[in-house]
């Protein structure tokens, strides 16, 4: 049964079978998210007869309302789905960089910045779940907008962080972002927390899609094409255009000349490709390509068969457990940055990093008795890696705008915070189907919002490099290396059986490889594998400017135990003991395909997240 969350001195570490709350099962439908009132709108639509893929589309619309801190319009989303007798598949929703972004445009800076409208790269998500629902949804485009709409007009409730980012920002908005302090500073001052905020400009936004999209007619994909005309060649494209014609202030009211264009927006569309997979026992997990970070967590499993790491989980988090994780994990993020990009751009050789001899080759370097310090990319044949510089840690004066969706300020208190955050949603319904998907970009903290359309523009091109020798080198209509990145699992047979994934950056292939290591070794409880004490270490260039890294790193919940913190700090972890319950936001859904049960959870962590089903 259920239980409150323990304290710090009675976490889940010393309560076998612990769960803040219970695994959802059922056989009609099952919705996993960020914020029970997307989990809510996915239901909704799979109680209206629409389907999974419906139950996604309407979910991340909703996501873009109620968590605008951490994702928004102007964001992207990557998307893998398995349509019940179909193969898995990824829809790419990560926009690309302009047409004029090249290494030359940015004169003279090391670093592409964390906000404003310079880091700004085109707008994928709309795109993306467009294309979701025109190929495997039902409903039309007011369906899945409905909710959003409704929560933009009469307003959502405001959370602690919603608060938290604007108070931050405040005199940011006041000052240079005069369409930010529309929105968020509707009294002249930041939302107090629980109280309801609207966004009638984005919910006016989206009426008009609506319009011109049942003008084209009563067939529902003409209606789905229109909609996506009128934002990637119509009245929304027009007005970001218009809104970058000028020079645009960043957050330090430094005016900046953008170099997105309406043109970008209208020369691009979300595109369908394979999955990466590889196999863990009777398993097959699938990630996106190396444009994103998700090969990460394959190549984590590969050195978890290479070590033997992972069948003694029901054990419980050990310092063993927690040490091999970590040392693997920053073997694979360093392979991350010598070797990922773009695959349209570069020659990133996966075949190469997702063997099993390249992984027992790197396995051998982990010392169990020592932590390691130094990055550790490894060589593919007569190939070299790219080695980014190292940036020690510190704050940007003068500038309270962040490249992650977080707010540094009020995190200083704890370094752990000092790390990403984004959304997440899953969704499987009673034929099969099944959605991971992990919106993000176009955050408030970021970027000003447009004034004509009420929201933000992303600011995901700051995760290229300005080395024209990595492979995620900045160049015309590239997609940026993301950290982005939902999972599925697939059986024997090919049929999907789990789907899951966290916000959190950099931190997201640790997290979820921390839970599904456990789900795919024996805890059959989703719940009990997400309430899992979590961990991470931060020891490679993160993601997100000013590209800091911090060596010998190991972030824990005190759930971990002190014996196990002691433990580490003993083999030389630079261990950082976080706030209770506050690494991670998980979502899981699940299906047997053998008895057609369903099975959903939600993380706990930032009291936010629900699943909902039956």
């Known amino acids: 049964m259920a239980t409150a969350i323990p304290t710090p001195e009675e976490g889940p570490a010393q309560m076998p079978g612990f769960t803040t709350r219970p695994q959802l099962r059922g056989d009609f439908g099952m919705v996993a998210s960020t914020h029970w009132l997307a989990s809510a709108t996915g239901m909704s639509l799979l109680e209206r007869g629409g389907n999974a893929f419906d139950a996604a589309v309407a979910a991340g619309f909703t996501l873009q309302i109620v968590e605008p801190h951490l994702n928004g319009p102007g964001g992207e989303v990557p998307i893998i789905f398995q349509a019940a007798g179909a193969a898995p598949r990824v829809l790419c929703g990560q926009g690309v960089a302009p047409s004029a972004a090249t290494?030359?445009?940015?004169?003279?800076?090391?670093?592409?910045?964390?906000?404003?409208?310079?880091?700004?790269?085109?707008?994928?998500?709309?795109?993306?779940?467009?294309?979701?629902?025109?190929?495997?949804?039902?409903?039309?485009?007011?369906?899945?907008?409905?909710?959003?709409?409704?929560?933009?007009?009469?307003?959502?409730?405001?959370?602690?962080?919603?608060?938290?980012?604007?108070?931050?920002?405040?005199?940011?908005?006041?000052?240079?972002?005069?369409?930010?302090?529309?929105?968020?500073?509707?009294?002249?001052?930041?939302?107090?927390?629980?109280?309801?905020?609207?966004?009638?400009?984005?919910?006016?936004?989206?009426?008009?899609?609506?319009?011109?999209?049942?003008?084209?007619?009563?067939?529902?994909?003409?209606?789905?094409?229109?909609?996506?005309?009128?934002?990637?060649?119509?009245?929304?494209?027009?007005?970001?255009?218009?809104?970058?014609?000028?020079?645009?202030?960043?957050?330090?009211?430094?005016?900046?000349?953008?170099?997105?264009?309406?043109?970008?927006?209208?020369?691009?569309?979300?595109?369908?490709?394979?999955?990466?997979?590889?196999?863990?026992?009777?398993?097959?997990?699938?990630?996106?390509?190396?444009?994103?970070?998700?090969?990460?967590?394959?190549?984590?499993?590969?050195?978890?068969?290479?070590?033997?790491?992972?069948?003694?989980?029901?054990?419980?988090?050990?310092?063993?457990?927690?040490?091999?994780?970590?040392?693997?994990?920053?073997?694979?993020?360093?392979?991350?940055?010598?070797?990922?990009?773009?695959?349209?751009?570069?020659?990133?050789?996966?075949?190469?990093?997702?063997?099993?001899?390249?992984?027992?080759?790197?396995?051998?370097?982990?010392?169990?008795?020592?932590?390691?310090?130094?990055?550790?990319?490894?060589?593919?044949?007569?190939?070299?890696?790219?080695?980014?510089?190292?940036?020690?840690?510190?704050?940007?004066?003068?500038?309270?705008?962040?490249?992650?969706?977080?707010?540094?300020?009020?995190?200083?208190?704890?370094?752990?915070?000092?790390?990403?955050?984004?959304?997440?949603?899953?969704?499987?319904?009673?034929?099969?189907?099944?959605?991971?998907?992990?919106?993000?970009?176009?955050?408030?903290?970021?970027?000003?919002?447009?004034?004509?359309?009420g929201f933000p523009l992303g600011s995901r091109a700051q995760m290229f490099w300005l080395d024209p020798a990595s492979p995620n080198a900045l160049a015309p209509r590239k997609r940026p290396r993301t950290t982005l990145s939902p999972t599925l699992v697939t059986r024997e047979d090919g049929q999907a059986v789990l789907a899951i994934g966290t916000p959190g950056g950099d931190q997201q292939d640790q997290w979820t490889f921390t839970a599904l290591l456990r789900v795919l070794n024996g805890v059959d409880d989703l719940q009990e594998a997400l309430d899992t004490p979590m961990f991470h270490t931060n020891a490679f260039p993160s993601s997100f400017h000013p590209r800091e890294t911090v060596p010998g790193d190991l972030v824990v919940e005190p759930g971990v135990g002190e014996e196990t913190v002691a433990d580490l700090v003993g083999r030389g972890h630079r261990v950082q003991v976080a706030q209770p319950w506050s690494l991670g936001r998980l979502a899981a859904v699940a299906r047997d395909p053998e008895t057609g049960e369903l099975r959903a959870a939600a993380d706990a962590r930032g009291a936010q997240g629900y699943a909902a089903g039956r």
Not at 107 to 114: L, S
Not at 142 to 161: F, W
Not at 329 to 343: I, N, S
């Open 103 to 453: 290494i030359d445009a940015y004169g003279g800076m090391d670093r592409i910045p964390g906000s404003g409208v310079l880091a700004a790269t085109v707008p994928g998500s709309f795109d993306a779940w467009m294309q979701l629902l025109r190929d495997h949804g039902t409903m039309t485009v007011r369906d899945v907008l409905d909710h959003a709409i409704g929560l933009a007009e009469r307003g959502y409730p405001v959370l602690d962080r919603i608060a938290a980012a604007v108070t931050a920002l405040e005199p940011v908005f006041s000052r240079h972002w005069a369409g930010s302090a529309a929105v968020y500073l509707p009294h002249g001052t930041a939302p107090a927390p629980g109280t309801r905020l609207r966004n009638p400009v984005l919910a006016s936004t989206y009426r008009r899609i609506v319009a011109e999209a049942e003008s084209a007619g009563s067939d529902r994909e003409e209606q789905i094409e229109a909609a996506r005309r009128a934002w990637s060649q119509g009245f929304v494209a027009e007005a970001v255009g218009d809104f970058l014609s000028s020079p645009v202030p960043n957050g330090a009211g430094e005016p900046q000349r953008a170099l997105l264009t309406a043109q970008d927006m209208a020369d691009w569309s979300a595109s369908y490709e394979d999955t990466v997979g590889v196999a863990y026992g009777s398993h097959t997990v699938h990630k996106t390509g190396p444009w994103g970070q998700g090969p990460v967590m394959l190549q984590q499993f590969r050195l978890a068969e290479a070590m033997g790491t992972g069948h003694d989980v029901r054990d419980g988090i050990t310092a063993d457990f927690v040490h091999r994780v970590t040392e693997s994990a920053k073997l694979a993020f360093a392979d991350r940055e010598a070797w990922y990009g773009d695959p349209d751009f570069t020659d990133v050789p996966l075949k190469d990093l997702l063997g099993s001899d390249y992984a027992a080759g790197r396995a051998a370097l982990v010392d169990d008795a020592r932590a390691s310090l130094e990055q550790r990319p490894g060589r593919i044949g007569a190939r070299s890696p790219f080695e980014p510089p190292v940036h020690v840690p510190g704050l940007t004066p003068g500038d309270r705008t962040t490249g992650e969706p977080t707010v540094r300020d009020a995190a200083v208190s704890n370094p752990a915070n000092l790390r990403g955050d984004t959304c997440h949603v899953d969704v499987v319904d009673s034929r099969g189907n099944m959605v991971s998907a992990t919106p993000s970009g176009g955050w408030l903290s970021s970027s000003p919002v447009i004034p004509a359309l």
